[in-house]
């Protein structure tokens, strides 16, 4: 079965540090952890305490300045149980990933919750089965017992490789493209996807997420 502990750090390396986008809708973020819409996180005690003393970098919000915050914030251990923790319990317990049987699939399928939102996450799942493998289920968003048997059924590299191809259409699609076929486009409205051409900005750093996460024998040993 899939292991997040297997996930995990390419998870780290796509969400480097502390980093205080103006132009970014989640704030001030700290592992890829946003401030805005995670407010309660026990970890943000330990980040205000951090910039409360004096060896705070000043201005560190302003690219290439943020690496001295975040070279402070890594040396602190309980932080990085606390990400570690949030992560598992958030993108992939709570998304019963572990009870998938590829490492590559429930990964992508991981990663899609953590850079979209996990409500986004079980349609995609879903449409790829519909579209692909004629999948009679119902795409209602929901990870349950028959959504996780129908992708463990599957081929796994040729789901994987179907749920990439939906990713890079849900990421051209965010950014303003036009995108095919008029099924997904209507899947996205339904998740609540607005296209952006603000966001291609993005767009090269998001599908660089994509391929960070390949299918390979060894990969799903």
Known sequence: MADFAKYYPLLLANEGGYVFDPNDPG????????????????????????????TWPLNCRVYPRNKLATAILRQNAALAALVQGFYRAQYWDSLRLGEITSQAIASQLCDIGVNTGTGRVGRLAQYVLAVSFGWPGK?????????????????????????????????????????????????LKKAKLVPDASMQRYLTAWLGRIDAIPFEKNYEL
């Open 27 to 54: 704030g001030e973020t700290w592992r890829g952890v946003s401030r805005v819409f995670n407010p309660h996180w026990r970890g943000w005690a330990l980040v205000d305490a951090a910039k409360a003393r004096a």
């Open 139 to 187: 795409v209602d968003g929901k990870i349950g017992p028959a959504t996780l048997q129908g992708i463990n059924a599957a081929p796994p590299q040729a789901y994987y490789e179907a749920l990439v191809a939906t990713r890079r259409s849900f990421y051209q699609y965010r950014a303003g493209h036009p995108i095919t076929p008029p099924e997904l486009v209507q899947l």
